[in-house]
């Protein structure tokens, strides 16, 4: 039983990890993302079509994740 819990607690430890390092990278990419937009935008460069749809990628699986995060 003892080493069922173990087995079950490294589980559960590695998959907080994972969702904080997930999170993490995420808000990571977001905030990268919106600097190359500020300063494509400061050197009155065209619209970034490809920056907008990294972020729209990224809002998507921040919402998979909200919805089911398994």
């Known amino acids: ?3 069922a819990f173990s087995v079950a607690r490294d589980a559960v430890l590695a998959v907080d990890t994972a969702w904080a390092n997930l999170e993490f990278i995420l808000k ?6 919106l600097l190359g937009q500020n300063l494509a935008e400061s050197l009155n460069q065209a619209y970034c079509s490809e920056l907008v749809q990294a972020r729209k990628v990224i809002a ?10 398994l």
Do not use: K, L, N
């Not at 990571?28 to 993302?33: G, H, R």
């Not at 921040?62 to 089911?68: A, L, S, Y």
């Open 1 to 3: 039983m003892t080493q």
């Open 28 to 33: 990571d990419a977001e905030s990268q993302i």
């Open 60 to 69: 998507s699986v921040q919402g998979r994740i909200e919805q089911d995060p």
